[in-house]
């Protein structure tokens, strides 16, 4: 992994998307954001990432596509998927789970 690493955050609640890739950024990643899987899909065609940070619930595309398409293009890339549940419970909210890419 580069020295900043490359950070792709996507998440169809545009808040968070913004909010989430502002924080990254200013701790020092390189992070772009976009809104759709569709749109990550463009972005990485166009740019290189080390790092996929997913809502779990987006449509068209919904995460495990995502995450998929992503291990595909950076076999050595990670991933974290992120939620915020709809009846939030005070030790998974928001809940964040990290794949392993080697078992993608």
């Known amino acids: 992994m580069s020295a900043n690493p490359r950070v792709l955050v996507v998440d169809?609640?545009?808040?968070?998307?913004?909010?989430?890739s502002?924080?990254?950024?200013?701790?020092?990643?390189?992070?772009?954001?976009?809104f759709s899987g569709p749109e990550a899909l463009a972005l990485?065609?166009?740019?290189?990432?080390d790092?996929?940070?997913t809502d779990v619930m987006m449509h068209p595309m919904n995460c495990?596509?995502?995450?998929?398409?992503?291990?595909e293009a950076?076999?050595?890339g990670h991933i974290f998927l992120i939620s915020e549940?709809?009846?939030?419970?005070?030790?998974?909210?928001?809940l964040l789970i990290a794949i392993n890419p080697s078992r993608c």
């Open 44 to 49: 990485m065609g166009d740019s290189h990432f």
């Open 22 to 34: 502002l924080i990254l950024t200013r701790s020092g990643f390189a992070s772009s954001h976009v």
């Open 74 to 76: 950076y076999p050595n």
């Open 12 to 20: 169809d609640d545009q808040v968070i998307a913004t909010t989430l």
């Open 85 to 94: 549940p709809s009846k939030p419970q005070p030790t998974c909210w928001p």
């Open 51 to 53: 790092i996929l940070i």
């Open 64 to 71: 495990v596509e995502l995450a998929k398409a992503f291990c």
